[in-house]
C-alpha cells in the first residue's frame, strides 16, 4: 500500500506544483513539458523491459542448467549456515537459496547484467513457497531490502566516469563508497530483522557481519596499494573471468549429470522471456510517476526548500548541491547518474560536490525501480514494509555517504 501512495503523490503534488508555476510563474509550457516526461518516460520502461529480454532470457537459461546440474543446490548448502538466519522461513537446501546467494554475489561484483536475472529468479523460487501471492512473503521483503541497499566491493562503473570526466585520482572515492554501502546494508538487513524479529546476535550472524567487515578492509587495504589503472584492470578481470568460469562450470555440471544442456538452456531462456514481458506495466507504473514529478519542478522545489532550511539554522550547505543525486537515487538509476555527471561537469570531478555525488551514487541501488522490477515479476501488490525499510537504508546511505565526503574530503 505504501507504494500505492506514493505513486499517487508523484502525481498529484506534481499538478500542485505546476499548477502554481501556471497561475503564479505564468509558465504556460510546464504541462507540456509534464506530458513530454509522461511519454518519455512510458517509452524508457517499455524499452528498458525489452533490453532485458536477451539478458533474461541468457541468464536464466545458465541458471536452470545450474538447477538441474545440482550446482544452484550446492551453493544453497554454502549458503545455508547464514540464510538459515535471514531467511529462517526458506526449506534447507531450497532452490532459492542458491539463486539469492548467486544474486548477492554478482551485486557484491558489480555484474548487474547477471545479478538481475539470478535476482529474478530467485523471486520466482520464492513465490512457490509464498502462501499469499498477492503479497510480499517476509523471505521477500528481506531480499528485496538487501537488494535495494545496492551492496557492492567494487564500484568500477563511478571509477570509469570520473577518470573521463578528468579526475587526478579516479579512485579515490573507492574507500569512502564502501563505507557507505557498507552502512545502506547492514541497516537494512537490521531494519527488517526488527520487523521480522530475528535475533542478530546470533553466532552465524555475528561471524558473517565480521568476516563482511574483514572482507572490505582487506579490500581497501589491497586498492591502497594500487594505483587507479591497475584498480581497474584486475577488478574487471577478475569479475569476468569469474563470471565467465560459472557459466562453463554450470555447462561441465550438466554434462556430468548427463542432462540435455541445450534444450535446459532453452527451457530457461523461454522463462526469461515471459519475465521480460511480464514486469513492463509494472516498469512503466514507476517511471512515468517519477518522470511527472521531476518535469514539474516538484524536485527543485524540495531541494531549494532544504537548501534554505539548512542554511537559516548556520550549518554547512556544501553537501546541498549534491542533493539531486541522493533525492534521484531511490527513484530512478538512469536520473541518479545523470545527477552525479551533472555534478561532476559543473564543479568538477575532484570538487566536493562532484565527489560527493558519486559516493552517494554508490551507496545504495534504486529502491523503487527494484521494487517494480522484482515484485512486478511475480506479482507482488501487497508489499507490506519493503518500501518504508528500504528507504530507511537509502537515508542511512545518503547520511553515511554526506559523513564519508566531509571526513574525506574536506
Given at each position: 500500500m505504501v507504494l500505492n501512495y506514493i505513486w499517487i503523490a508523484f502525481f498529484l503534488i506534481a499538478f500542485i506544483v505546476a499548477m502554481g508555476k501556471l497561475l503564479l510563474a505564468g509558465d504556460t509550457g510546464v504541462f507540456t513539458e509534464i506530458i513530454n516526461a509522461s511519454f518519455d518516460s512510458?517509452?524508457?520502461?517499455?524499452?528498458?523491459?525489452?533490453?532485458?529480454?536477451?539478458?533474461?532470457?541468457?541468464?536464466?537459461?545458465?541458471?536452470?542448467?545450474?538447477?538441474?546440474?545440482?550446482?544452484?543446490?550446492?551453493?544453497?548448502?554454502?549458503?545455508?549456515?547464514?540464510?538459515?538466519?535471514?531467511?529462517?522461513?526458506?526449506?534447507?537446501?531450497?532452490?532459492?537459496t542458491g539463486s539469492i546467494f548467486m544474486n548477492l554475489s554478482a551485486n557484491l561484483l558489480g555484474l548487474d547484467n547477471a545479478a538481475t536475472p539470478m535476482g529474478l529468479k530467485a523471486m520466482q523460487e520464492l513465490q512457490t513457497l509464498n502462501a499469499q501471492k498477492d503479497e510480499a512473503s517476509n523471505a521477500m521483503?528481506?531480499?528485496?531490502?538487501?537488494?535495494?541497499?545496492?551492496?557492492?566491493l567494487i564500484p568500477i562503473t563511478i571509477m570509469m566516469y570520473r577518470a573521463q570526466l578528468g579526475a587526478a585520482n579516479a579512485s579515490d572515492v573507492f574507500l569512502p563508497i564502501m563505507l557507505a554501502t557498507f552502512t545502506s546494508t547492514l541497516v537494512a538487513i537490521l531494519a527488517v530483522c526488527f520487523k521480522q524479529r530475528i535475533n542478530i546476535l546470533q553466532r552465524n550472524l555475528l561471524l558473517f557481519f565480521l568476516g563482511m567487515g574483514s572482507l572490505i578492509g582487506g579490500l581497501v587495504l589491497l586498492f591502497r596499494s594500487m594505483d587507479q589503472e591497475e584498480v581497474s584492470l584486475y577488478s574487471t578481470l577478475f569479475a569476468n573471468t569469474l563470471l565467465f568460469t560459472i557459466i562453463c562450470g554450470f555447462i561441465v555440471c550438466g554434462m556430468r549429470k548427463k542432462i540435455n544442456v541445450y534444450e535446459a538452456f532453452i527451457e530457461g531462456a523461454k522463462e526469461g522471456f515471459k519475465t521480460a514481458i511480464t514486469i513492463i506495466p509494472y516498469l512503466v507504473a514507476i517511471l512515468v510517476g517519477i518522470g511527472v514529478f521531476r518535469a514539474s519542478g516538484a524536485m527543485d522545489f524540495l531541494i531549494d526548500s532544504v537548501r534554505w532550511g539548512v542554511g537559516s539554522m548556520g550549518l554547512n550547505t556544501d553537501f546541498v548541491e549534491a542533493l539531486p543525486t541522493i533525492l534521484?537515487?531511490?527513484?530512478?538509476?538512469?536520473?541518479?547518474?545523470?545527477?552525479?555527471?551533472?555534478?561532476?561537469?559543473?564543479?568538477?570531478?575532484?570538487?566536493?560536490?562532484g565527489r560527493l555525488s558519486c559516493i552517494v551514487q554508490g551507496s545504495c541501488d534504486t529502491t523503487f525501480y527494484v521494487v517494480a522490477l522484482y515484485y512486478g515479476s511475480v506479482g507482488i501488490k501487497n508489499t507490506r514494509y519493503t518500501v518504508p525499510c528500504a528507504l530507511l537504508a537509502d537515508l542511512a546511505g545518503a547520511i553515511a555517504a554526506i559523513a564519508m565526503a566531509y571526513l574525506f574530503f574536506t
Open positions: 512510458a517509452k524508457t520502461g517499455f524499452e528498458i523491459s525489452i533490453g532485458l529480454t536477451g539478458i533474461l532470457s541468457l541468464w536464466l537459461g545458465i541458471m536452470k542448467i545450474g538447477e538441474r546440474g545440482g550446482v544452484i543446490q550446492a551453493f544453497a548448502r554454502i549458503a545455508s549456515p547464514v540464510f538459515s538466519k535471514l531467511f529462517p522461513d526458506l526449506p534447507k537446501d531450497h532452490p532459492a521483503i528481506m531480499f528485496l531490502c538487501i537488494n535495494a541497499s545496492g551492496l557492492t534521484m537515487k531511490p527513484l530512478s538509476g538512469s536520473g541518479a547518474r545523470g545527477m552525479m555527471l551533472d555534478a561532476m561537469n559543473t564543479y568538477g570531478a575532484d570538487s566536493f560536490v
